[in-house]
């Protein structure tokens, strides 16, 4: 992963989007039981979600909580260098997660930005209307240029 950040150092990084059904804020450690519990739930359902395919990740050995929080460390300490973005999905009125967002470099086009996301299997309802949202966030307020988004 680059170490260049994805946006300029005058951009003020979103710290929530609200929509229907749903709300982001930046994934960190408070998440992670609830991380947790979503992926490792629906770790085929998102695995068959678009863009997802062939990635390894859920990993199919899963992760021990510990794991989990070292990951969300990474993603968070990312997101401080605004060198990626990942952002949990909750509840509109909990803190509980039923998906992710990630926006980082592209590993086969540095022209690009990638934005991968899923839902947990439970809440497969919000895969359009999230892949929707957070289209119409970024191609609106973030200065990215060309997005790599597996459509829904």
Wanted: charged fraction near 25%.
């Amino acid at each position: 992963m680059t170490t260049d950040p994805l946006v300029p150092a005058d951009f003020t990084v979103p710290r929530e989007l609200l929509a229907p059904g749903f709300r982001l804020e930046p994934l960190g450690e408070q998440h992670n039981a609830s991380d947790h519990a979503a992926w490792t739930s629906s770790a085929d359902h998102i695995r068959a979600t678009p863009g997802w395919a062939g990635r390894g990740w859920p990993p199919a050995e899963g992760m021990s909580l510990e794991q989990n929080l070292a990951d969300l460390r990474r993603h968070a300490a990312d997101f401080e260098a605004r060198t990626g973005f990942t952002y949990t999905v909750l509840e509109p009125d909990r803190d509980e997660v039923i998906g992710c967002v990630y926006i980082h470099p592209d590993r086969e086009d540095p022209s690009a930005v990638s934005v991968s996301s899923w839902v947990r299997a439970d809440r497969a309802d919000l895969d359009a209307p999230l892949y929707r949202a957070v289209s119409g966030w970024l191609a609106e307020h973030w200065p990215l240029g060309r997005l790599r988004y597996a459509e829904r």
